[in-house]
């Protein structure tokens, strides 16, 4: 499938590993050329060399920034060209007792998982609008609908990035861009397998026997999802073919929601 994503210019928040990474690869190998971000400098330049051998000629660069800080944010957004994806991928999550949560952990949450793509969007979509042309997509979670009882900020903070996603696709009604959610599960990420090699060495487990007995119950895949299966789903979206999908909360979540839709 043609996706025709070709030549577009893609910036991707917090892409310096993981679910981040993966989605820039996967534009990357379909000719887009890329602008990734992380908050040290040192790990975007890795991250850099990375791709360019991963996808051989690609056209990638990148900038160091935390999102979740506005003053940062303003500097990023004068060093960026206009771009015509833009991938709100950073987040951030925690397991914690809902009465152990302090405002400031609270806070920091928002400011990363919702304010952060507030900040970028709010810049990026005008000049989207204006070309008739355009992609905002959200990598978000199962947990915004099925928020956890030990990640309540976390759940809750994803819910308000859903519904900031929804709000931003009304304001595209008529033109060419699209503003949509992919909706990901338990992935297997390079936060998720340092934290299960760190517990399996605790434990005098091997890695792998300790993260099959972490599956979801109520998973259908049965597995942990691969961040490279989230990016196929993102790539599909800002790909031409996707025109007809705007407002939407698509799945890559392995099956573990219970509902229909």
């Not at 506005?70 to 950073?90: F, K, R």
């Not at 199962?142 to 009882?149: M, Q, Y």
């Not at 993102?234 to 890559?252: D, F, I, P």
Request: aromatic share 4%; with cysteine; hydrophobic share 45%.
């Amino acid at each position: 499938m043609d996706t025709e994503i070709s030549g577009k210019r893609v910036f991707v928040s917090g892409s310096t590993q993981g679910i981040g990474f993966a989605v820039a690869a996967s534009l990357a190998a379909e000719g887009a050329t890329i602008v990734i971000n992380g908050r040290d400098g040192h790990r975007v330049s890795e991250a850099l060399e990375s791709l360019r051998c991963l996808v051989p000629g690609c056209d990638v660069s990148g900038i160091a920034a935390d999102v979740a800080d506005s003053g940062q944010v303003s500097a990023l957004l004068d060093a960026l060209e206009p771009v015509d994806v833009l991938v709100n991928n950073v987040g951030h999550f925690e397991v914690s007792a809902f009465e152990e949560i302090s405002d400031a952990e609270w806070s920091q949450l928002f400011e990363i998982n919702v304010m952060s793509g507030v900040r970028l969007s709010r810049h990026l979509l005008k000049p989207m609008l204006k070309q008739r042309w355009g992609r905002i997509i959200f990598v978000g979670t199962e947990s915004a609908v099925d928020v956890p009882g030990d990640m309540i900020h976390y759940g809750a903070t994803k819910a308000a990035a859903l519904a900031l996603s929804n709000g931003l696709a009304k304001l595209t009604r008529g033109t060419g861009v699209t503003v949509n959610t992919v909706l990901g599960g338990p992935t297997y990420s390079t936060g998720v397998a340092d934290t299960v090699e760190q517990i399996a060495s605790a434990q005098s487990l091997a890695p792998a026997a300790l993260k099959s007995t972490l599956v979801r119950e109520s998973s259908l895949i049965q597995r942990f999802i691969e961040p490279e299966e989230i990016a196929n789903l993102v790539t599909y979206l800002a790909s031409a073919k996707s025109s007809a999908t705007n407002g939407a909360a698509l799945r890559a979540e392995g099956g573990v929601l219970p509902t229909t839709v």
